[in-house]
């Protein structure tokens, strides 16, 4: 600025007189939304082609920052819990430290620079390590000692008998992090996690969380991500069943079953409970808080499964990823983790499916509006359920998150009005959890890309359930409890709820009490096309 004239030399010199005042920002202020960014960066370019660098385009969302930061944090919380029980792969690399102190701190300076933090996972490297604690540093002259609890993701790497490319010693170059237990040595996690939450209300998309490190990997698993939902689709299936006069206190027989390879159009199959226990007749709501199995298959066996397919399109899910066979019943077709907040939703709002909507405004430099998005609300014209379907439904899953398979979450959370479905899928490859307040639909979702287990006991409960509580606790805070309330064709009969016209006991029904190694009627509608002899287990696996 001087050579060219903008200032005197006094100017000049005055400046570089200024004390340098750095400010460091926060982790807390960040938004973390580079997965929300994207998504609006693809629709813009798509609108507007590579204008949208130029032209100076102002995008509005209907993200709340409070809510992102939670779901991020959620997010990440629930990986590191998941990564400290995993077996340790050993340092990124192991690093000379020579005795020079300036030679020293250069060496640790580029160790930290070629493995860059992410966010809350800090680069260190190891000065001294023993069973009992580790010491490292971060080459700011700050020197942590972790002890405990904080060595338990690395327990394998103290042990005297572990080999060299695992055993952490001077010189490695580890990951930190601090949770609220302290610091914690830990290792970049290759397992992970999804997280969307939509407003029932509008269908506007409140936070939204693709991953554990946009910049590790742009793969959006909110949106791109085709899973198995497992055991969290059951509440599709059983809303199915009301209209067919199944309800919550209808008895079902909790038996084996066995399909031989005459029905099947291929293999037998020989499906199972999670626990592989049988306990016999059961009502309807108690089959789906502790998530059945059998049960859901016999309900599905009643609604058919042509039938069942077709009803799932009423919360927006697309029947041709759902063939209709009787795996559909455990889940075994493909969502991404927005499609089922979105059904989901459903159930809140008593019935009306509105598309999940992220940009609702776009204003040139100017602020004139070049594109609008009017506002959805709930109304008869979007009604896609009866109100009476939505409202038993929302008391099931009401249960299985007060005694059930996600009692997890009342009991934490400390309110009556949650609802919402673990998911397990087969062999633990996905595990979920998809659960709603009236004011917020929201989905979990925790497994590898490449599909595999996640080993023993891992289930939606176990895994996915603490990031949706983590993120409820902070975005139900200030909301009062609002428990749904009873809309008319409704009654209370028989200590449960119930259609009116059932009220004086004449929904009672009694499902899978015949002979349970006996090939099931479907009512006409085969579980396989023989036609195609495709074989169910077949459908089954991912």
């Known amino acids: ?61 209907t993200i709340d920052a409070s809510l992102q930061r939670a779901a991020w944090r959620a997010v990440r919380n629930g990986i590191l819990e998941f990564q400290r029980r995993q077996f340790y792969r050993g340092p990124e ?51 942590l000692t972790i002890t405990g609890s904080g060595l338990d993701p690395v327990r394998s790497g103290l042990d005297a008998k572990a080999p060299p490319h695992l ?21 970049t996690p290759e397992v992970e996690a999804a997280f969307v939450a939509v407003d029932p209300r509008d269908g506007g998309i409140r936070a939204l969380v693709g991953g554990f490190d946009f910049d590790r990997n742009k793969f959006n698993r909110v949106t791109q991500s085709q899973r198995q939902p497992g055991s969290s689709f059951k509440p599709f299936i059983y809303s199915a069943a009301l209209e067919k006069g199944i309800m919550p206190a209808t008895v079902v027989n909790d038996a084996p079953l066995f399909f031989p390879a005459s029905v099947t159009g291929g293999k037998p199959w020989e499906p199972k409970n999670y626990d592989g226990q049988y306990d016999g007749p059961m009502t309807v709501r108690t089959a789906l808080a502790k998530s059945k199995n059998m049960v859901s298959i016999q309900i599905l066996r009643a609604v ?14 697309d029947p041709d990823k759902h ?23 459903v159930f809140a709002n008593g019935g009306h499916y509105l598309p999940p909507v992220l940009i609702t405004r776009i204003t040139d430099p100017r602020d004139r509006v070049l594109m609008e998005v009017p506002a959805q609300k709930v109304e008869e014209s979007n009604r896609t359920l009866p109100a009476r379907n939505a409202f038993v439904m929302s008391q099931l899953l009401n249960e299985i998150t007060r005694s059930g398979t996600a009692a997890r979450a009342q009991a934490t959370l400390k309110r009556p009005d949650l ?48 990031i949706w509580i983590d993120f409820m606790a902070q975005a139900l805070r200030q909301e009062p409890v609002q428990e749904l309330q009873p809309p008319p064709g409704v009654a209370f009969s028989g200590g449960d709820w119930v259609y009116a016209e059932y009220a004086d006991g004449s929904f009672v029904r009694r499902l899978g009490f015949d002979d349970p190694h006996t090939a099931p009627s479907t009512g006409g509608e085969a579980p396989v096309d023989a036609g195609e002899r495709r074989s169910i287990l077949d459908l089954f696996r991912p």
């Not at 930290?112 to 260190?124: G, H, M």
């Open 167 to 187: 055993k952490l010693r001077p010189g490695a170059v580890v990951r930190i992090a601090q949770t609220s237990q302290g610091w914690m040595v830990t290792q």
């Open 304 to 317: 058919g499964t042509q039938s069942a397919q077709q009803w799932i399109t009423r919360f927006g899910l």
């Open 419 to 466: 609802y919402g479905k673990t998911g397990t899928t087969n062999d633990a490859q996905d595990a979920w959890f998809v659960g709603f307040h009236p004011t917020l639909s929201a989905a979990a979702w925790l497994g590898y890309d490449k599909p595999r287990n996640l080993g023993k006991r891992a289930t939606g409960g176990a895994l996915a359930l603490p």
């Open 93 to 143: 690399r192991f690093i000379d430290l020579p005795e020079d102190p300036a030679a020293r701190e250069a060496a640790i300076d580029n160790a930290i620079a070629d493995f860059p933090d992410t966010d809350t996972l800090l680069t260190a490297v190891v000065l001294n390590a023993s069973p009992t604690q580790v010491i490292v540093t971060r080459g700011d002259d700050k020197v």
């Open 323 to 345: 063939p209709p066979y009787l795996t559909m019943a455990l889940g075994a077709g493909a969502v991404t983790p927005l499609e089922m907040a979105a059904g989901y939703a």
């Open 1 to 61: 600025m001087l050579e060219n004239g903008f200032i005197t030399a006094e100017q000049a010199n005055a400046a570089r007189a200024e004390p340098l005042r750095l400010r460091q920002a926060s982790n807390e202020d960040d938004l973390h939304a580079e997965y929300i960014a994207e998504m609006a960066r693809q629709i813009i370019v798509e609108r507007y082609g590579e204008d949208a660098y130029t032209a100076g385009l102002k995008v509005y969302t």
